[in-house]
């Protein structure tokens, strides 16, 4: 069973940065996906097995970025100029896949995390 922890949301004033962590129970390939309310979960940023695919949503490149730390089963998003439109609950994901490229869709990961709050004033 995959266990994430994942931790970092809070509220700020647009922006300001934050940074996301996702804590996993193994090195896995990773995604962040947020969703506000009254909309469906979306596609923010990813990052392979190997840390050599990133892949990120128009919305958020230049702004967001995804790194790994492999020796704390870690993924981490640091979230820069953030604007009130980048209000959502945030959560991690695993791809359970370890040869592929970072992936953008909803259906390709097998284990959620339970979510963290950002909110972001204007």
């Known amino acids: 069973q995959v266990q994430l922890v994942e931790s970092g949301g809070g509220l700020v004033q647009a922006g300001a940065s934050l940074r996301l962590s996702c804590a996993a129970s193994?090195?896995?390939?990773m995604g962040w996906f947020r969703q506000a309310p009254g909309k469906e979960r979306e596609f923010v940023a990813a990052?392979?097995?190997?840390?050599?695919?990133?892949n990120y949503a128009d919305s958020v490149k230049g702004r967001f970025t995804i790194s790994r730390d492999n020796a704390k089963n870690t993924v981490y998003l640091q979230m820069n100029s953030l604007k009130p439109e980048d209000t959502a609950v945030y959560y991690c994901a695993v791809d359970l896949q370890t040869t592929r490229a970072a992936m953008s869709a909803v259906a390709a990961y097998d284990y959620w995390g339970q979510g963290t709050q950002v909110t972001v004033s204007s």
């Open positions: 990052i392979s097995w190997s840390g050599l695919s990133t």
């Open positions: 193994g090195r896995y390939a």
